[in-house]
């Protein structure tokens, strides 16, 4: 069952380059910038167990629940969160509202509506509308003094959105809110939680075209590097955090090797509303251990969910 992760235990893109699980890409898009380095975070987990000021929800235009990830959270929350939903009168496509999380670990719960992929692609409008999701969830954490928000892989399940493809748009938007203006300084920690490893690798490779290592991040690699080698150093206390989160994730990835059971990859609750479903989880989040970092070692590589 996967446990309580604090903002101290999701690594941010300046620790994963470090421990090189993150590699450079290639070719990086205009206006690439480690700036925001420290500030975004990528993870796979359960997003019921992020211990943030907010979690956002892909939920559905009547906001009264559903499958998928928005099912998790309903049942995490407990039955409030369900009272505080009806009273939102519903949400359109795009747009956010924000609850509290009550029986969740993370302070605030923001509903966005992602949209159904092959409907919106039809009128052009499948880009805009998940771009609309990200900018209201994040101006609804800032005007609501949220300082951490995690972000579920919106519309990429049950909706459809090709895993790549959201992942580019989602950290395009992100990006571009954190450029506007001050909007940078309102958020400390912008977190992609996945939950699929095909949404994971969608992150994984355009995290970097993004936000590019520094100079500095590369010189922590290359000591990292030399400690695996022996050539021992003194070690500083960011070298000590990256190294504990390091350790932890062995472990978790050790747990993830040993375990026989297979996730139960059964269509979702939602079934019977939509046609041509994409591969969903439905299993009962923390019913299996999910690799908070399957990265770690390639050996997992072949592990699929
Ligand atoms: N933690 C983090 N991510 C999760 C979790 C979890 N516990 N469970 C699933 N995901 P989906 P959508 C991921 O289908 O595509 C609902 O029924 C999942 O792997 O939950 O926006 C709503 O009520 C996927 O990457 O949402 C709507 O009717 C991502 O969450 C409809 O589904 C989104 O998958 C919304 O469809």
Redesign the pocket.
Known sequence: MASIKTLKEIPTLTSLYKLKHLTPAASTVSGASSAYNDKICVIR????KLEVDAIVN???ESLL?????????HRAAGEELLRECETLDGCDTGDAKITDGYELPCKKVIHTV?PVYWRTKKHGKHTSLLQSCYRRSLDLAAENDCKSIAF??????????P?NEAAATAIGEVKKWLDTDEKADKLDRIIF????EK?EDAYYEWLPKYFPPTQDGEKHSKSIEAKENGQEEEGTSEDKMVDKIKSELEVEAEDQSKQTEAVDASK???TG?MAELPD??TTE?GEHGLPEAKKLKTDHDDQKL
């Open positions: 987990t359960d997003i019921t892909a939920a559905n629940g559903g499958g998928g990830v928005d099912g998790a959270i992602g579920s892989a919106l519309s990429t399940g049950v909706y459809g959105y895993s939680c996945n939950f699929m949404d979702s609750e939602e509303q969903v989880p989040p």
